[in-house]
T-cell receptor, first 115, second 113 residues
Framework: NAGVTQTPKFQVLKTGQSMTLQCAQD?????MYWYRQDPGMGLRLIYY???????DKGEVPNGYNVSRLNKREFSLRLESAAPSQTSVYFC??????????????FGPGTRLTVT | AQSVTQPDIHITVSEGASLELRCNYS??????LFWYVQSPGQGLQLLLK??????LVQGIKGFEAEFKRSQSSFNLRKPSVHWSDAAEYFC???????????FGTGTRLKVLA
């Protein structure tokens, strides 16, 4: 049971390049999330997927797109990277079923630098 | 507006001393409350959670937290801190029919030997 996995762990992009961050969970959770973490700002929600087939914007969605590929996988795409997107990105999942405990499980993060 | 406030950005304590990290929230519905810990370069790990019932909840690594509805607070405590507790701690709130969670900005704990 790997929990939540993210690839890659590190990435350096030039301004204007695109990339996709991958996330997968093996806990059969319905809900998945993408956050960014910046110093002094905590975690800010970029997008989330309440269940397979649905996605919704969070607090800071501009410049990002997401795909809920199936129940296990939730990817985050940067179409044209900007230096302001330099951050650590975390994927998380949560059961959100009746009887579940609602906590989120986090991946190890992707450290992205845009030059 | 919904928010979580962790008023202490940094806290330094000596090993063996007691610890209290503060968390205040503003939330329109019945809150589900969480504390997470993040070691350097790692993801977040759940320490404990509160949904309902007993307002004093026990978590992993000897941590506990008390929910005080009248004060909109969910402070994290540990009677005796170990050097390995040095990390960043995040308070979060969710629930009330929304799938979103709101995180505080974190408190970085330093432990002196």
């Amino acid at each position: 049971n790997a929990g939540v996995t993210q690839t890659p762990k590190f990435q350096v992009l030039k301004t204007g390049q695109s990339m996709t961050l991958q996330c997968a969970q093996d806990m059969n959770h319905n809900s998945m999330y993408w956050y960014r973490q910046d110093p002094g700002m905590g975690l800010r929600l970029i997008y989330y997927s309440a269940s397979e087939g649905t996605t919704d914007k969070g607090e800071v969605p501009n410049g990002y797109n997401v795909s809920r590929l199936n129940k296990r996988e939730f990817s985050l795409r940067l179409e044209s990277a900007a230096p302001s997107q330099t951050s650590v990105y975390f994927c998380a999942s949560s059961a959100r079923d009746r009887g579940s405990s609602y906590e989120q499980y986090f991946g190890p993060g992707t450290r992205l630098t845009v030059t | 507006a919904q928010s979580v406030t962790q008023p202490d950005i940094h806290i330094t304590v000596s090993e063996g001393a007691s610890l209290e990290l503060r968390c205040n929230y503003s939330y329109g519905a019945t809150p589900y409350l969480f504390w997470y810990v993040q070691s350097p370069g790692q993801g977040l790990q759940l320490l404990l959670k509160y949904f309902s019932g007993d307002t004093l909840v026990q978590g992993i690594k000897g941590f506990e937290a008390e929910f005080k509805r009248s004060q909109s607070s969910f402070n994290l405590r540990k009677p005796s801190v170990h050097w390995s507790d040095a990390a960043e701690y995040f308070c979060a709130v969710g629930g009330g029919g929304t799938y979103k969670y709101i995180f505080g900005t974190g408190t970085r704990l330093k432990v002196l030997a």
